[in-house]
């Protein structure tokens, strides 16, 4: 078997620090931020309703905690971030990658904590019960045993809190790029099934699945390369409505050629 987390953390390493400028770019971009908002939003809605005891215990009121596990550059994370005040919702982010460039780079876009190891690791450090959602992009594939790193996510969440998993679809275009680039991830990556197997294993209960987005956003836009962005600049409005819902219903018409399933998980 592969040196799997030792080549991550080399290869990202090398990575991040060529996105620095490239980030700061796309956090400005209309057409990028719209997708990960939209994206942010299936992560926010994942969050478990505060009940009316839940409010009146001193010193919970409404924050939620939130967990990030390979939170990467943080682009999500920053979009969670902006989907949160727009609802009003307090949180209190914390951040973990296996790579400190990546971490850098995070918190320098969004505030939070940040804790720096594997995923698996990190997440078992944990206290049970001490996190309201953990959810994870693009991180399942990349684990030689993601049910584990689900049993501990379900136990920091507790009873009560919910896991949200987006991994990419077998056809997603973005995915199978990244693939080609960090080619030993490959071995990892058996699609959808093997997440619902790891669930399983897990004893997770699925509350949602949710297929998202079908244009390559991030292919185009998320990328050291700033000409694309150019070339799809526009602010709010008709033009930027209009992409929106093309993309709403492409996935909604082929949803197995969709980017990502969304997958909001709690403890049996």
């Known amino acids: 078997m592969p040196?799997?987390?030792?080549?991550?953390?080399?290869?990202?390493?090398?990575?991040?620090?060529?996105?620095?400028?490239?980030?700061?770019?796309?956090?400005?971009?209309?057409?990028?931020?719209?997708?990960?908002?939209?994206?942010?939003?299936?992560?926010?809605?994942?969050?478990?309703?505060?009940?009316?005891?839940?409010?009146?215990?001193?010193?919970?009121?409404?924050r939620h905690r939130l967990l990030e596990a390979g939170c990467g550059e943080g682009l999500l994370a920053s979009a969670v971030r902006r989907v949160a005040d727009r609802r009003g919702v307090d949180m209190a982010y914390t951040g973990t990658?296996?790579?400190?460039?990546?971490i850098d780079l995070a918190r320098s876009v969004v505030a939070g904590d940040f804790v720096r190891g594997d995923a698996v690791e990190v997440v078992a450090g944990m206290a049970g019960g001490s996190q309201d959602l953990v959810w994870a992009k693009n991180l399942l594939h990349h684990l030689e045993d993601p049910a584990?790193?689900?049993?501990?996510?379900?136990?920091?969440?507790?009873?009560?809190?919910?896991?949200?998993?987006?991994?990419?679809?077998?056809?997603?275009?973005?995915?199978?790029?990244?693939?080609?680039?960090f080619r030993q991830e490959r071995f990892l990556f058996r699609g959808?099934?093997?997440?619902?197997?790891?669930?399983?294993?897990?004893?997770?209960?699925?509350?949602?699945?949710?297929?998202?987005?079908?244009?390559?956003y991030e292919l185009a836009?998320?990328?050291?390369?700033?000409?694309?962005?150019?070339?799809?600049?526009?602010g709010p409005g008709p033009a930027l409505d209009g992409i929106t819902s093309l993309d709403d219903r492409l996935t909604a018409r082929l949803p197995d050629l969709a980017l990502y399933m969304v997958t909001v998980l709690r403890p049996q």
């Open 192 to 216: 959808y099934r093997r997440n619902v197997a790891a669930f399983a294993a897990a004893r997770a209960t699925v509350v949602s699945a949710t297929e998202f987005g079908w244009l390559p």
């Open 221 to 234: 836009l998320a990328t050291r390369f700033g000409l694309p962005r150019r070339l799809l600049s526009m």
């Open 97 to 102: 990658d296996l790579s400190a460039a990546g």
């Open 3 to 62: 040196d799997q987390i030792g080549y991550q953390q080399a290869a990202y390493d090398d990575h991040y620090p060529k996105m620095a400028e490239a980030v700061r770019d796309q956090l400005a971009h209309p057409l990028l931020n719209s997708f990960y908002d939209r994206l942010a939003g299936l992560v926010v809605d994942g969050l478990p309703p505060r009940t009316g005891d839940d409010r009146t215990r001193p010193g919970l009121s409404n």
């Open 148 to 181: 584990e790193f689900l049993r501990q996510a379900l136990r920091v969440v507790g009873v009560d809190g919910r896991v949200v998993v987006i991994e990419p679809r077998m056809w997603c275009p973005v995915h199978w790029v990244n693939l080609m680039w």
